[in-house]
């Protein structure tokens, strides 16, 4: 299974972000389970750009982020919404680039090798905010638009139709 050790980091990012979509579309093709796609984003976006923390930190209700699945050191559990990168992300429902965390008042260091940091808001096929797909890396700098752009493009994924039928197949069963 030699997509799953996809690594772009010598490549412009451009080039990167398509493989990395292409990665994700193989190995997620005929998936409709949002935690396993959670879980499956993580890895392929964690070990093909050699971030230091890339995972979710999903709605728990409107105050409340909890983190889902992620690849790095042990995250935060919780994080309130408006609090944080993370929580500044969900409550603006935009995506917020941090070129170096140590000027982002209120950053919650979860790894203290962060050094600057990328958030993107998460929408089901609804439009409703599920998820904030998290991005850290250890230099300052590290993120600019061409990672807004590839990263909102990977969480499009979540807004899938298919995920609609999921949902709904799983209300019914109740
Ligand atoms: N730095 C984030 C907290 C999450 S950890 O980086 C994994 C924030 O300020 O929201």
Redesign the pocket.
């Known amino acids: 299974m030699s997509e799953s050790l996809l690594d772009v980091r010598a490549l412009p990012k451009d080039e990167a972000y398509a493989l990395v979509h292409a990665n994700i579309a193989q190995l997620l093709h005929d998936n409709t389970d949002v935690v396993t796609s959670m879980a499956t984003v993580s890895a392929v976006l964690h070990h093909g750009f050699g971030f230091l923390?890339t995972?979710f930190?999903r709605v728990v209700n409107e105050t409340l982020l909890r983190v889902g699945p992620?690849q790095?050191t042990v995250?935060?559990l919780e994080?309130a919404i408006g609090?944080?990168?993370?929580?500044?992300a969900a409550a603006e429902r935009r995506t917020v680039i941090v070129p170096d965390?140590a000027h982002?008042p209120?950053?919650?260091?979860?790894?203290a090798r962060?050094r600057s940091?990328i958030?993107v808001p998460v929408y089901d096929t609804h439009g409703a905010l599920v998820a904030v797909l998290?991005v850290?890396s250890d230099r300052v700098n590290a993120f600019d638009e061409r990672d807004r752009e590839g990263l909102e493009a990977v969480v499009t994924w979540f807004a899938r139709p298919e995920r609609a039928v999921v949902s709904q197949q799983a209300v019914s069963q109740k």
């Not at 609090?83 to 500044?88: A, L, P």
């Open positions: 923390w995972g930190y992620y790095g995250g935060c994080i609090r944080g990168v993370c929580g500044t965390v982002f209120g950053h919650i260091a979860c790894d962060a940091e958030v998290d850290d």
